[in-house]
């Protein structure tokens, strides 16, 4: 039974972001090339009060998940227990009835568990298309002010002049514009079959 790996996945999802070390760069970054600008997105998710409030509340939905599964991975191996304690003693009738009835309970978790990791993905998704909204129309404001001709990603670069990089403003504005989300886990829209 792969109980509470879902606390995991979704951890493991959640803290996705690369972390930023601090390191030093090149004591001459070169020179700031016009119309050439850089966008780290990961270091907005990662450093925006928006991205960190995403985080926290992931963090609580997953413990949520997490504290609503419990009970039945207890029980369920308190009731294994019971049956491989019991084999000899417990008729043999009763112990297929017992052992079925386990496999059922089993199979309850393992979907309820599948069904709440979907919600979680589900949920963490709409948060970040919530970001990505905000973010565009910053991004696109901030491209033309800067004269950029050019956006070249963050996660694609390995050293760039700092100059060129216009990741803290869009972070800035982002604060500004949407400091939070609040949200809850949410169901997966049911798909409907195609006609």
Known sequence: MKLFTI??????????????????????????????CVYNNSRLVAQSTVGQSVQQGMRRLTD?????LAPYGQSI?????????????????????????????????????????????????????????????????????????????GEAVYEANPQMDITDMVIQRLNTQLPSLSFNRMPVPVQQPAQ
């Open 7 to 36: 606390a995991a996945v979704a951890l493991a999802t959640l803290t996705a972001t690369p972390v930023l070390a601090q390191a030093a760069g090149p004591q001459n970054p070169g020179p700031v090339i016009p119309g050439l």
């Open 64 to 68: 949520e998940v997490v504290n609503e």
């Open 77 to 153: 191996g308190a009731e294994i227990q019971a049956l491989q304690q019991g084999r000899g003693t417990i008729p043999q009738e009763e112990f297929a009835q017992r052992s079925q009835a386990v496999q059922q309970r089993i199979a309850e978790a393992e979907q309820l568990e599948q069904t709440r990791s979907q919600e979680l993905e589900y949920t963490l998704s709409q948060q970040r298309t919530a970001i990505a909204r905000a973010v565009d129309p910053i991004l696109v404001a901030v491209y033309q002010e800067r004269g950029c001709g050019i956006l070249i990603s």
